[in-house]
């Protein structure tokens, strides 16, 4: 409706103008005509715009808009992929019923009963270097993720101080005058920089070390259990590998015996040369399993 009008002036100004003062007038006319047509229409801007919005309605949408575009985060949502394992152990293979804790749940001493192989792996975790080393990568992964954290956090600086002058009765040279003594004081707070979070790359990059952080500290505790584990299966080969060289040892003992009984029964004539072959065959095969078994031994001793 305003517009309108300002156009029905204008032009019937444009041809009061024209019929009245010629062409020569219409520049007067026209800068008349645009004074006239802004002041109409900042009246209209005053009398419809302005009180159709008040300063609360107006405040009340700049606070929605902060909190929009604060909430606002453009970083993809996060879909953890299926496991290749169960999320839970079979309960058919819990034979224990639920009255006493599962694998998992039970520390590695109270898992291996056996002193000395507890006291090997309590030395491996005391002594390897690479646990020291994943260890340490937690702390820094911890730290990481503590500046990730202080950074959605403004830092806030203040300084106080205080001043006192004193001023002689004797000062610059005017005696008899009263001393002067004033004191001031001052302290100030500011924020010296602080990035608004609007689209949620602070937030995201907190997440971020977050997640590094859980994972160094599972990775810890991978190896940890990975190194328990090839302590405790060193041990036992080497355990294993023992029991196996004190049979095969039985065994060359138990050959060489029948060897020596089939050697006597041959020159008595009881047996054929065949006898004796046999034997001096399964002792030559007792004799091979030994040497095997022994390199076996020397390989588990050097892992």
């Known amino acids: 409706m305003t517009t309108r009008r300002v156009r ?12 009245k003062w010629g062409n020569e007038g219409m520049g007067a006319v026209s800068s008349r005509a645009s004074v006239a047509s802004r002041g109409i229409c900042t009246h209209a801007l005053k ?8 300063h609360s309605l107006i405040s009340l949408l700049g606070t929605i808009l902060l909190a929009t575009t604060a909430g606002c985060n453009f970083a993809p949502r996060h879909v953890q992929p299926p496991l290749p394992t169960p999320p839970a152990y079979d309960p058919s293979l819990n034979v224990a019923d639920g009255r006493e804790p599962r694998a998992p749940e039970i520390g590695w001493r109270e898992f291996f009963r056996d002193p000395r192989l507890n006291a090997l792996i309590a030395t491996a975790l005391d002594y390897n270097r690479d646990l020291r080393v994943a ?9 990481q993720y503590r500046i990730r954290g202080a950074d959605r956090i403004p830092t806030v600086v203040g300084t106080a101080g205080i001043q006192h002058n004193y001023i002689g009765p004797d ?3 005017a005696s008899g005058t009263a001393a002067i003594s004033t004191d001031r004081g001052s302290i100030s707070v500011g924020i010296p920089a602080f990035e608004l979070d609007f689209w949620g790359r602070v937030r995201n990059l907190t997440e971020a070390a977050k997640s590094d952080y859980l994972a160094t500290v599972q990775a810890q505790r991978a190896f940890q259990l990975s190194l328990i584990q090839d302590v405790a299966a060193t041990y036992f080969a080497q355990l294993e590998t023992a029991a196996q060289i004190r049979l095969a040892d039985t065994t060359v003992v138990s050959r060489r015996e029948v060897l020596r009984i089939a050697t006597v029964r041959q020159r008595a004539g009881l047996t054929s040369a065949l006898d004796v072959r046999s034997a001096e065959s399964l002792l030559g095969q007792a004799e091979a399993a030994r040497a095997a078994l022994g390199l076996i031994q020397v390989q588990v001793n050097t892992q």
Not at 135 to 143: E, H, K, L, S, T
Request: hydrophobic share 45%; net charge positive; charged share 25%.
């Open 8 to 19: 029905g002036r204008m032009q019937r100004m444009r041809e009061v103008g024209m019929g």
């Open 47 to 54: 009398r419809f715009l302005i009180p159709a919005f008040p």
């Open 135 to 143: 260890a340490g990568r937690i702390d820094v992964a911890r730290g």
């Open 171 to 173: 000062a610059a040279g």
